[in-house]
């Protein structure tokens, strides 16, 4: 493996030691893999040859939220303080901060996801635009899980207020550019029957369209707007689903709602043939081939190598 991958492995690590030394409550940092700073040491010692799994973790904030009621105008679709009336109280509110670190970070982007209960889905969204925004600023080879934190601590508490936000109507109306993204999701496995109604509940309380391929391998397309798709991804994954990775993704820019550039027309489970054991091992195989033809008919045979690493071939060949 290139030099440049252990070197990001070993900022890694010594970010992670910064994380701990700020966070040493047991619980306030939970790593998804309690093994993997263990493995990274012992690739970077030469005792493990495998490229060791991501780190990936979730770290527990306290913020202080403001109780009183604001009014507020709005830049960019982030709130601000413009007047209040009344005296300021504050109370503690979590956010977890899910962040997953690539191997080649910190010279590749960060992923990384806040949410709480406290937020309703808008405001959420907008928290997760305001905080991406702020770390798209940093410098190829900058850590930046630290100043995500710092970031949080300072940005989110008018994020949390609960009176209905009154804005500034807009002088000129202007159009809004919006990202459409599709995301190739690739599991292990998708078997269980409150896993799978999970994911089709999610698919359909989002504005998303795609599917859910059930069975051995499983795999998610999802497609929508960015903060649409991002939500769903987080959503499923969170807290701790190891066996699944985001394979792929497509974006482009478009002024419109995007209906133009949607593949599918809902979100719904894709259920193939299968071959293999049905017994208590649910260890069955899907059918590729009928999955191969699928994507065809929805102008995305061009996945099928990029999930699967097999170069697709026509059934007419």
Known sequence: ??????????????????????FPNQGEVKLEDVNALTNIKRYLEGTREALPPKIEFVITLQIE??????????????PLVTHFNGTLHFS??????QVTMPHSYPYVALQLFGRSSELDRHQQLLLNKGLT???GTFDPGELCVCAAIQWLQDNSASYFLNRKLVY???????PVKNTFLRMWIYSHHIYQQDLRKKILDVGKRLD????????????????????????????????NWKHISCKHAESVETEGNGEDLRLFHSFEELLLEAHGDYGLRNDYHMNLGQFLEFLKKHKSEHVFQILFGIESKSSDS
């Open 1 to 22: 493996m290139s030099a440049s991958v252990k070197e990001s492995l070993q900022l890694q690590l010594l970010e992670m030691e910064m994380l701990f030394s700020m």
């Open 65 to 78: 939220e403001p109780k009183e009621t604001f009014w507020f105008s709005r830049l960019d679709s982030v």
């Open 92 to 97: 503690m509110v979590k956010i977890d901060l």
């Open 133 to 135: 925004s702020y770390i």
């Open 168 to 174: 500034e109507p807009s002088t000129q109306a202007k």
């Open 208 to 239: 998303v369209t795609g599917f859910c391929m059930t069975g051995k391998p499983g795999i998610i397309c999802v497609e929508g707007f960015k903060e649409h798709c991002e939500e769903f991804w987080h959503t499923i994954r969170y807290p």
